[in-house]
């Protein structure tokens, strides 16, 4: 299987960095090719445009300024995103990326009778691997986890029919021992290989 694996965490060697490493090596160990997008890394630009947004109604989206992360979205068959939950939330980088790509003619079409049509259809399985700095029962039961719905209510429906959605939170970041980030890895490690 071909897999986008977009990482969106500026610090080269974070936690986020080593979920993602672990992620690549697993699903390259298995056969997989992984497409490697450090957001930050490569600086990608994550501020919607004047222009890009106007043309979000215009009867064709124009892509060029993000062609080249187009086709690799397009190319791949999984997409896979890991980054921190900053503000319960997607870091800024990722939100851009978001909403700088997955845009009409891409991510989904306009229906003309309302509501719009599914375009990520070569995109059969979404995987979120991601942290917070916040105990599970804040984000879950008091905030409803936000980033999940996103996730599974805004982003999987544009994706294939049946994509598997799959989410990984290492809740209470902050106080994680050592011994908690590798059990975290190795639940990682276990998930990814079951790709």
């Not at 930050?40 to 215009?58: D, I, K, M, N």
Request: with cysteine.
């Amino acid at each position: 299987m071909r897999l986008l694996l977009i990482l969106a965490h500026p610090v080269a060697d974070s936690f986020a960095a080593a979920v993602a490493e672990t992620a690549r090596a697993t699903l390259t160990a298995n056969g997989h090719e992984v497409d490697w997008l450090d957001l930050y890394g490569e600086a990608f630009e994550p501020c919607l445009s004047a222009a890009e947004h106007h043309a979000y109604f215009r009867e064709v989206y124009d892509i060029a300024p993000v062609a080249s992360h187009v086709a690799r979205l397009r190319a791949a068959e999984g997409l896979i995103l890991v980054f921190p939950t900053w503000w319960f939330g997607f870091p800024a980088m990722l939100k851009g990326y978001f909403d700088r790509v997955l845009v009409p003619d891409v991510a989904f079409t306009h229906n003309p009778a309302g509501g719009i049509v599914r375009g990520l259809t070569n995109i059969h399985s979404l995987y979120a691997l991601t942290t917070t700095g916040s105990p599970f029962w804040l984000v879950r039961f008091v905030l409803g986890d936000p980033v999940r719905r996103v996730l599974k209510w805004g982003i999987a429906p544009m994706c294939a029919k049946g994509v598997r959605f799959r989410m990984l939170s290492l809740h209470d970041m902050d106080r994680a021992s050592e011994a908690k980030r590798r059990r975290h890895l190795e639940h990682v490690r276990k998930v990814m290989g079951q790709i």
